[in-house]
């Protein structure tokens, strides 16, 4: 990382209240739970956990969607945490969002020019008059040709929404994109296009990516660094070759093992962590370390980890983990091995 | 493969609307041998669904389906309504993507594994519960005889997804039908339901046809492979010999899309899935593909074996 972060986290908390209060019934969601994390000039940085980990949520608080409970969220050194939406506007330029679902994102009654040019309108940022040539330039860039700005978004097959997507976010030039699992709901060979483009345009504009995905072939295959979140945590942050390549979390362990890979000798010759039991409900997250009830391990760290939240500790350069059996010097329990020998 | 379970030939579904007709499946032919896992892989609307679910008559009426589908010596597409009951649920039986959907929320999980067996075996109240909770059991969910009397709001979705599996085993099938049955759940948790799956085949015998797009998925599970598109079969093979040989420009570049480390770029597959009125009078993939050549454009490439026991239905195939 080079320069002054684009986007620094530090202790978001979003807690949800559902059911009535009224009644004595209800409750809180630990939807997000003390998440910290940066992002530096053009760094992608993946975030990955399944779902109910609380993902998103991270993503709709850094773009100021949902209100967090706590925590403090800086854009280029501005603290936007407590903005009101006015004061919040001139800023929205600087973060932009994709969104999973291309079929609801885009207003159907607008044409795809309108929806991309609609930033450019808002944010003022082009005279009117060279309005359409800026959008026809967007187009092209995202791979569209530019007839398709004058149709609807129904008109458009799943991975050319998304395109237009993309270029309304990236239309007003902005310096961090969430992109909330872009690629999930279209076929693997237009997954293939859009990742690339993605690819193409940091590497052309350079601006920063969160991205939101549960897929870790993807991540491995677009991000710079990865953080793992597991029920409203994150419990291992590392740069994508040494995560993938040696990761300390046994939930990081647990869930790269039970990743399948399109390779039938190697699917075959892995062993598999298998996870017992469900994911707690975030209603009701357990005491101590919150992968506790699944862990394979939980025997070993007993009391601790019923009793203390393990810290996000550094293990190596750039490599955090928040587990209370990894040692100082990064030292971390081979789940598999264990899992081969039959626990 | 010595004998045969199911014998599936020349099937072919159109849907006739008044918006016009769809030609979804096209003179489609397989074959499923006892005990086998074939995963059949495609990419949305390949016609991988449909096909099977016009084996079992599940489809609507504006479906015409022709070909056969032989089933224990008789052909299931022409079988009257009775007969396909008894093989409905009791010999053939489906799995599928969506656990949240596919169980009635208004009944207990018990309940809705018991009327299988009463309907199907005709077991009394107390021998259906009995076996219901073998069932559960069998699927592996923990403390069965409490989760029998819990609905199924209240179990996560890879517990649901399993009481789905105990039910379409209920009967002891010959066929497990799965279609898409881990998409929607996470990947600690189909994980899990893949290993049951492979379990239940060594356990019981049961043939499986997954019904994928996930190539790692096929890659874990399945015996032999069929890749669709548009209808068609583009290629079969048993499966250590697809990832390892594969034939046809559409499964190469499906194998090339999927996200790797160190990859430079993925492999991108241009154009989109055609939307058929009629069978084409050409190769299918013709229009996206980089070998395609006037022969293509204008002919329907014939399945042919090109090495043991591997189909291809290319005119330029090869890795």
Redesign the interface.
Known sequence: MTGDPVLEVDGLVKHFHVGSQLLGGGGTVHAVDGVSLTIGPGELLGLVG??GSGKSTVGNCIARLVEPTAGTIRIRGTDVTHLSRREMRPLRREVHMVFQDPYSSLNPRMTCGEIVGEPLRLHKLVPRRDRDRRIVQLFDQVGLRSELRHRYPHEL?GGQRQRVGLARALSVSPALLIADEPVSAL???V???I??LL?ELQRDLGFSCLFIT?????V???CDRVAVMYLGAIVEQAP??EL?AAPRHPYTQ??L????????????SRT?I??E???PSPLAPPSGCRFRTRCPLAARSAPQSVEEEPELRPVGPDHLVACHLVGPGGAAPEVLDLAAGGI | MSDTLLEVRDLSVRFVTDDGATQAVDRFSFSLAPGEVLGIVGESGCGKSVTMMSLLRLLPETAVVTGEAVFQGNDLLSAPPAALRRVRGREISFVFQEPMTSLNPAFTVGRQIAEVLQKHLGLSRAEARRRAIELLDLVRIPAPERRLDEYPHQLSGGMRQRVMIAIALACDPKILIADEPTTALDVTIQAGILDLMRDIRDRLGTAIVLITHNLGVVADIADRVVVMYAGRKAEEAPVHELFAHPQHPYTIGLLGAIPRRGADRLQEIPGLVPALAAPLPHCAFAPRCPRADDLSRTQVPELREIRPAHLVACFHPGT
Not at chain 1, 257 to 268: F, H, L
């Open positions: 399944e779902s097959s076929d693997v060979s997954q293939a296009s990742l690339n690819r549960h897929d870790l072939a993807t491995e295959f677009l994508t070759e993938f647990a869930l093992s039970a990743a399948v890979v399109p390779d039938p000798v190697e699917q075959r598999r298998v996870l039991g469900d994911v």
